[in-house]
């Protein structure tokens, strides 16, 4: 039974540690609330504490405070010189990613880009290269909520990052080209809503919006000869629709991408494969979101 150093335990911390007890592991929360502490213990957590100084040694840490405190509690962690999974989006910036690789991150820092491990984005992938739909020439990405919360992240930190690991993980790449970036602000000047084009080969569009009536988030490639698409993250297929063959539904898993990254991470520590993304994937969605707002003349 492995023990799991969890930093932070609020409404996404709680999921975390269900699925860690659900993957058989002893759990040891830091909340700085106390009663987000208190409450993690009343859920199963062997004890919590309120400063990570509390923590025993444990076989793995994971990350989930929010934005702005990632890289700062990352960082802290990498003393004890064990696997440390973040949420993300990790570094905010090409300075918080030197710094955790100067500090030795690249060996024990992983990161939870949980679209990676969406069996319909993967079902989606598995389609592009079977070549049913003929060569892929566009995809497209929609996340549409209303966010009360942005987690000290704007459109792009907290929910734009989620797009571009669909788009890495059905292509293999995020695209060097940005041909249209539009940002929409809050009066204060913050942004909530974004408009991208990327690509030259395989065109990827975007569309994020924390200010929707109500909730979309799906995601659909196009090819020569057909399309493919997840209308919603929760559904239990794919559709495909090709010039031969008419349309077609294909079943997928409906186990949380979440579980999947966690269990990956528990295997790791028991001698299993590295999870799939480390520092270096979390330095490269920092270099494209300080692209992206460049190119919507955010970036100061």
Known sequence: MRKIG?????????????DLLALNCKVYVVDIDPLAAERAVRNGAVDAFTEITGLPVCDGYIVAVPIPDLAKETA??????????????????????????NAGGEKFIF???????????EALRLVMQSGEIGDLQELFATRHQWVADFHGGD??????????????????????EIKYARVIQCENGFPFSATVVMGERHVAYISVNGKHCSKRSGVSIHGSRGSAELLNAYDDHITIRADAGGETRRSIDTTF?????????????ENGPKPRCGLHDAGEIAHVIYKLKKAAGLSR
């Open 6 to 18: 969890l930093i932070g335990c609020g409404k996404w911390g709680s999921n975390i540690l269900r």
């Open 76 to 101: 802290r962690l990498l003393k004890y010189e064990k696997p440390i999974f973040s949420e993300k989006t990790l570094c905010l910036s090409s300075s918080d990613y030197e710094c955790l690789k």
């Open 111 to 121: 990161v939870m880009h949980n679209w990676h491990y969406h069996p319909g984005v």
């Open 155 to 176: 459109v792009f930190s907290t929910l734009c990052v989620h797009d571009l690991t669909i788009i890495k993980h059905i292509l293999g790449y995020i695209p060097e």
């Open 257 to 269: 991408p979440l579980f999947l990254e966690l269990k990956e991470f528990v295997l790791y520590l």
